[in-house]
Nanobody, 121 residues
Framework: QLQASGGGLVQAGTSLRLSCAVS????????IGWFRQAPGKEREFVAA????????SYAGSAGGRFAISKDNAKNTVSLRMDSLEPEDTAVYYC????????????????WGQGTQVTVSS
């Protein structure tokens, strides 16, 4: 199971850290990804990290402003978002996959409930 938290209403230019709590059986080949869905748009990949090894991958839209990290001891994956822009407003979801393809949502089988991020200008 995954549970996302940390969303909120922030001003443009500020930072926010989202957290994904991972519970239940955790496989060594897990990849934990963050996706987001803005109003009227398709859900899109943001970032992912491998549970074992900590290899990261980012969407181009992350633009060097986002950083994904994991804490195996606490079974959490965080997404730090800096220099937030109104265009970052979306519901952010964390998800888990064992697939080698982890930038596409169709390969993810477990999803958290989402947390709303709203960035005001």
């Amino acid at each position: 199971q995954l549970q996302a938290s940390g969303g909120g209403l922030v001003q443009a230019g500020t930072s926010l850290r989202l957290s994904c709590a991972v519970s239940g059986r955790i496989y060594n080949n897990y990849k934990i990804g963050w996706f987001r869905q803005a109003p009227g748009k398709e859900r899109e990949f943001v970032a992912a990290v491998t549970w074992s090894g900590g290899r990261t991958s980012y969407a181009g839209s992350a633009g060097g402003r986002f950083a994904i990290s994991k804490d195996n001891a606490k079974n959490t994956v965080s997404l730090r978002m800096d220099s937030l822009e109104p265009e970052d407003t979306a519901v952010y979801y964390c998800a888990a996959t064992q697939s080698g393809v982890f930038t596409m949502q169709g390969y993810y089988r477990e999803w958290g409930q989402g947390t709303q991020v709203t960035v005001s200008s």
